[in-house]
């Protein structure tokens, strides 16, 4: 199992090998994490992600999914994108939606342990303005953390405010896992 931390702080501004970008499917930046991601990475990331969509993914990303590139001006060597799925509300397909968001990290996790990345940051990916509630989408980042097959040595979730570090803290306590 990889060592898991909590902060609370800038993602764009952690130096580790692997930054994971909550991105949307066109790969082209957006608002929140993939804006932000974009604008301090500068625009290799951006020049990456359109090759990546002129070359191989012509359809841009499917949700679960994940593809990496250079991190341009942040201090990690790679960015790792990935699609979370949006919150379909209580009712038939949120099951299915929960995998995919389970597959988001582990995707990504597995992507940042090819690359040979050490460490890696995660965003609460859909957590947003995807709509996912907060609980529940801290209880699926860690547990997938927690159970990877493949993972770098760190996993650190890098949380924008103390009520989300605080949610993040309360599901690892309700998953039993002891937190740097």
Same mark, same amino acid.
């Given at each position: ?5 909590? #902060? ?11 930054? !994971?970008n909550?991105? /949307?499917?066109?790969l082209?930046?957006?608002?929140? !994490?993939?804006?932000?991601?974009h604008? &301090?990475?500068?625009p @290799? ?6 090759? *990546?969509?002129?070359? $191989?993914?012509?359809?841009? *990303?499917?949700?679960?999914?994940? !593809?990496? +590139?250079?991190?341009? /001006?942040?201090?990690?060597?790679? $960015?790792v994108? +990935?699609?979370?799925? !949006?919150?379909?509300g ?17 995707? @990504?996790l &597995? ?5 040979g990345?050490?460490? $890696? ?8 303005i995807?709509?996912?509630?907060a609980?529940?989408?801290?209880? #699926?980042a ?12 760190? #996993?650190?979730? #890098? *949380? ?18 002891? *937190?740097d």
């Amino acid at each position: 199992m990889p060592r898991i931390e909590l #902060v609370t702080g800038d993602l764009t501004a952690e130096r580790v090998d692997a930054i !994971v970008n909550a991105a /949307n499917s066109s790969l082209l930046g957006g608002g929140g !994490v993939d804006g932000a991601i974009h604008r &301090a990475g500068g625009p @290799s990331i951006l020049a990456e992600c359109r090759e *990546l969509r002129a070359t $191989v993914l012509p359809d841009g *990303l499917p949700t679960g999914r994940a !593809v990496a +590139t250079g991190a341009g /001006n942040l201090h990690a060597r790679w $960015v790792v994108h +990935t699609v979370g799925p !949006v919150w379909p509300g209580p009712g038939p397909e949120e099951a299915s939606r929960r995998r995919l968001l389970a597959s988001s990290y582990r995707e @990504s996790l &597995a992507l940042a342990a090819g690359l040979g990345a050490a460490s $890696v940051a995660f965003p609460a990916i859909s957590a947003g303005i995807y709509g996912w509630p907060a609980d529940d989408a801290a209880l #699926v980042a860690l547990e997938t953390a927690a159970g990877a097959d493949a993972a770098p040595a760190l #996993v650190r979730f #890098v *949380l924008f405010s103390e009520r989300m570090h605080a949610v993040f803290a309360a599901a690892a306590e309700q998953l039993g896992l002891d *937190l740097d």
